[in-house]
C-alpha cells in the first residue's frame, strides 16, 4: 500500500491568542478556553466554513485555525470576526475578572504543506506567528475600551486580495496600515477592530496642530466672552450615533462620530 504524501496547498490561516491569560489560574483558563473554542466553532459555521474541515491546533492560550481549501477569504474577515466579537462580548457581560475574554486575531495565507497525519507547516505560519505577537495590535487592544473583545490583524498580501475589493461587510476606513517589526519579520500589515469604528488615519496630525484651549469667562448672552473660543476641527462626516476617542502613545487616534468632532490637546505637543 502506498504511504499518504505530504501536499503544498494555498490555505488561509487565522490565529487567535487570549490576551492576559497567564496568572488566571488552571480552571479560569479551561473556562475560558472552552467558551473561546465554542465561538469559534458558531463562528465558524455562521461565516459558511466548515468547522470540522479546519485543520486546528492547540496554541495552549489561543488556536490556529488552517481553512479548508478553497474557501474564501473575505469570509474569514467577516462575517466570522464580527461574530466571534460579539459572542465574546456576550460572554463578558456576565463574566468575572478571570473568565473574562478578550482576543488578538491574525489573518494570512500562503502555500503550506499539509503532512499525511494532518500536520500543517510552512513560512506562513511563522509569519501569522508574527503578526499575532505584534505590538500594534497589542498596543491597540490595551488602549481600546472593555467592550471591544477582539483585534485583527490582517497581512498585506490577504488584504489587498479581500479588503479593497467592495465585498460585502468588509469597510477599507475601519483598517489602518501598521509596521509590523517582531524578530525577523518586518512588514506592513492591516489593523481592524472589531466594534469600535474606523482608525481616523489623520486625527493624530490634525489634533497636534490644534491651539491649546483657553478659559472663557461668563458672559451675557449675545455678548463676547473674555477670552476667543478655540478654533474647531474640520467637519468629517459620519453616520455612526456614538462618539469614541481613543488616544494612544504614538498619536494614534481611533474614532466613531456623529456630528463634528472637536479635539483639544492639552499640556506639551
Not at 455562521?46 to 479548508?68: H, K, Q, Y
Request: aromatic letters at 6%; glycine letters at 10%.
Amino acid at each position: 500500500m502506498r504511504p499518504r504524501e505530504d501536499v503544498w496547498e494555498y490555505r488561509a490561516v487565522l490565529a487567535v491568542d487570549i490576551v492576559g491569560s497567564g496568572g488566571r489560574g488552571n480552571v479560569a483558563l479551561q473556562q475560558i478556553r472552552s467558551v473561546l473554542a465554542t465561538a469559534l466553532r458558531e463562528s465558524f459555521e455562521v461565516s459558511g466554513i466548515d468547522w470540522e474541515a479546519c485543520l486546528r491546533d492547540d496554541l495552549g492560550d489561543g488556536f490556529r485555525v488552517t481553512a479548508p481549501a478553497g474557501v474564501r477569504k473575505p469570509r474569514l474577515i467577516h462575517p466570522l470576526i464580527p461574530e466571534l466579537a460579539a459572542r465574546l462580548r456576550a460572554h463578558n457581560r456576565t463574566a468575572g475578572e478571570k473568565t473574562s475574554i478578550r482576543v488578538r486575531t491574525a489573518l494570512h495565507a500562503g502555500d503550506v504543506c499539509i503532512g499525511w497525519d494532518g500536520g500543517v507547516t510552512g513560512r506562513p505560519l511563522e509569519v501569522l506567528a508574527r503578526l499575532l505577537d505584534a505590538a500594534p495590535a497589542r498596543a491597540a487592544l490595551a488602549e481600546a475600551p472593555d467592550s471591544v473583545a477582539a483585534s485583527l490583524l490582517v497581512s498585506q498580501h490577504y488584504y489587498e486580495e479581500t479588503v479593497p475589493h467592495g465585498y460585502p461587510g468588509l469597510d477599507p476606513e475601519t483598517f489602518r496600515e501598521v509596521a509590523v517589526a517582531e524578530k525577523e519579520f518586518t512588514a506592513p500589515a492591516w489593523l481592524h477592530l472589531s466594534g469600535y469604528g474606523s482608525p481616523a488615519h489623520e486625527s493624530a496630525r490634525a489634533s497636534a496642530q490644534l491651539p491649546e484651549p483657553r478659559e472663557s469667562g461668563p458672559r451675557e448672552p449675545g455678548q463676547p466672552g473674555r477670552h476667543a473660543a478655540p478654533a474647531p476641527t474640520a467637519e468629517v462626516p459620519g453616520s455612526l450615533s456614538e462618539m469614541i476617542n481613543k488616544a494612544s502613545g504614538h498619536g494614534t487616534v481611533y474614532a466613531t462620530q456623529n456630528g463634528i468632532q472637536h479635539i483639544h490637546i492639552t499640556g506639551k505637543p
